[in-house]
Structure formats: C-alpha cells, structure tokens
Nanobody, 124 residues
C-alpha cells in the first residue's frame, strides 16, 4: 500500500519560514519524481514545486520560485519543501504527490499518488 504523509504545516506569521515534509512508503521512492501542490479555499489545486526523480534538480511556480526549495532524500524516502518569506496568500492545504513520469511535473495529471495534505496558515 502506497502512503504519502505530509507534516510540518501550521500557523505562522507573515515573513516566517516553514519546512514541509512528506514521508513515502509502499513504492520505490527513487523511481518517482515528487511534487508539491496547494489548494486554498474556493480555489483549484495549484502547482508549487517539484523535485526530479534523482533529486538533483527541481523547479517551481513563479509565485514561489525565489523563496522555495524542494529537496528529495532518496535514502530517507522523504521529500521536503522549504518555504521562506511566507505571505498570507500562501495560506492553503499543501499536498505532496508522486509521479512515475519525471516530466511535465507542474501538471496534476502526471501524478499517481497523493497525500492527505497539511494546512499552512500565514497570518498578517
């Protein structure tokens, strides 16, 4: 059984930092690229960032690219999303997801497995 479990969310202040984690089990982690998405109330789920399969590279949505880092630890079967300079508009439920395709990772359709999400709330 494949499981993706996010953690690290919470209530923070404008300008703070957070590191989200996503622990994965039930699949060969090194064979999967990992993505982060978020969904704010009343909005569609949107791409935040993704780490490629081998963890050597990553890319991000324009809205977060200068203040976020996606990192993938294949030994620990965990992917991280470090976000700095958080803003109230970053408030959302954050989801990690696993893709067996290692390309076009900004598209939700590329992902095979999803976590349940962790809430991030940024107060002004």
């Amino acid at each position: 059984q494949v499981r993706l479990v996010e953690s690290g969310g919470g209530l923070v202040q404008d300008g703070d930092s957070l590191r989200l984690s996503c622990a994965v089990s039930g699949l060969t982690f090194s064979d999967y690229a990992m993505g982060w998405f978020r969904q704010a109330p009343g909005k569609e789920r949107e791409f935040v960032g993704a780490c490629y399969r081998d963890g050597s590279n990553a890319y991000y949505a324009e809205s977060v690219k200068d203040r976020s880092i996606c990192s993938k630890d294949n030994a620990k079967k965990t992917v991280y999303l470090q976000m700095d300079s958080l803003k109230p508009e970053d408030t959302a439920v954050y989801f990690c997801a696993a893709s067996g395709r290692n390309y076009d990772l900004s598209s939700r359709r590329q992902y095979d497995y999803w976590g349940q999400g962790t809430q991030v709330t940024v107060s002004s």
